[in-house]
């Protein structure tokens, strides 16, 4: 499972495999807390790492929605929904980090 994962975070997988597993399930745990359907947690998730910031978490849960079989068209509007909460350089970075990640 941590084979497949890119960069740091596989990195740390291998190297403290019980810290990764106290993480995953909590990503579990929290993914199973509520309502929301699959596309709207990993659509919840691309928009929360455009509002952090974090080019390689939005690169992340871009090829994870694309992976899931999301659209293009609403992966990028997600980064359009942030111009007005986040701003417009915020937004156009975002936009360049989800292209970023071809199909």
Do not use: F, N
Not at 21 to 40: N, V
Not at 50 to 56: D, L, Q, R, T
């Amino acid at each position: 499972m941590t084979k497949s994962m890119p960069g740091a975070a596989g990195d740390l997988a291998e190297e403290y495999p019980s810290v990764w597993k106290a993480y995953a399930a909590l990503g579990k745990a929290t993914a199973d807390c509520g309502p929301l359907t699959d596309r709207e947690k990993r659509l919840v998730k691309l928009a929360l790492a455009i509002g952090a910031g974090s080019e390689g978490a939005v690169h992340s849960h871009t090829r994870r929605a694309k992976a899931d079989g999301i659209e293009a068209e609403a992966i990028i509007q997600v980064a359009m929904l942030a111009i007005g909460p986040l701003g417009l350089p915020r937004a156009v970075a975002a936009k360049t980090w989800i292209e970023d990640i071809e199909d």
